[in-house]
């Protein structure tokens, strides 16, 4: 198993002694290759909420899920699975729905298979809920 962070140092002590951590960050693309190699099933889990940049975190979700779609379709990944939120295309979405919807077709773009889990609320150690 791979995990790519930001910040490798934060998970010392959380992860398995089987499972690669490598620094990289969605942001900038050149580092999401390294980790996508020989890579059959990508799971994108990020989230800019909280995010300090002066695009704000719509820009940043996007340009995230843009930069992933590209690097797994060249290194051939065979699916991603991903984690969105709920909320119909349709209704009056909030700025953050719809950004987690926007990831989910900027994946969905890739031409990789998607598989979309839609929760409500996932609350663990690291996110911003919690």
Do not use: W
Not at 26 to 45: D, I, N, Q, S
């Amino acid at each position: 198993m791979r995990c790519l962070a930001r910040r490798p140092e934060f998970l010392a002590g959380r992860v398995g002694p089987k499972t690669e951590v490598f620094e990289g960050d969605v942001l900038r693309e050149e580092t999401l290759r390294p980790v996508l190699k020989g890579v059959h099933t990508a799971h994108y889990l990020v989230h800019s909420m909280g995010s300090a940049s002066r695009e704000g975190f719509e820009a940043q979700d996007r340009l995230g899920a843009q930069n992933v779609a590209r690097a797994v379709f060249d290194a051939g990944v065979r699916r991603i699975v991903s984690l969105g939120d709920l909320g119909d295309k349709g209704s009056n979405l909030s700025p953050h729905l719809r950004s987690r919807h926007e990831v989910g077709r900027a994946l969905r773009a890739s031409g990789v298979p998607v598989i979309e889990f839609r929760a409500s609320v996932v609350i663990g150690s690291s996110s911003l809920s919690f």
